[in-house]
């Protein structure tokens, strides 16, 4: 079993910055992937980042150039978040991707306000 612990979110103003967390406790053999999705008041929960344990990173476009993905270890993932807009407000959740046995491990989600 995975154990997902995010933290990092919060209140801030549009054009500011945020710094996500996740670390994964537990047998992370055959993990091969993590990431972040979030999910805005009233829409489906959506793609932000991936990486792989290979490093390839993947974003969602709205993303591309403002978010960034990363390995603070082998158990770890910072998505460093910077120019954020009101729209960005959600609650963000960490994923791990399973392929040895095939599953989708989420965290309980952090909250990340963004101010007009």
């Known amino acids: 079993q995975v154990q997902l612990v995010e933290s990092g979110g919060g209140l801030v103003q549009a054009g500011g910055s945020l710094r996500l967390s996740c670390v994964a406790l537990?047998?992370?053999?055959?993990?091969?992937?993590m990431g972040w999705y979030r999910q805005a008041p009233g829409k489906q929960r959506e793609l932000v980042a991936t990486?792989?344990?290979?490093?390839?990173t993947n974003y969602a476009d709205s993303m591309k150039g403002r978010f960034t993905i990363s390995r603070d270890a082998k158990n770890t993932v910072i998505l460093q978040m910077n120019s954020l807009k009101p729209e960005d407000t959600a609650v963000y959740y960490c994923?791990?991707?399973?392929?040895?046995?095939?599953?989708?491990?989420w965290g309980k989600g952090t909250l990340v306000t963004v101010s007009s």
């Open positions: 994923n791990a991707h399973g392929v040895l046995p095939p599953a989708d491990y």
């Open positions: 537990g047998r992370l053999f055959g993990i091969n992937a």
């Open positions: 990486i792989t344990i290979g490093g390839s």
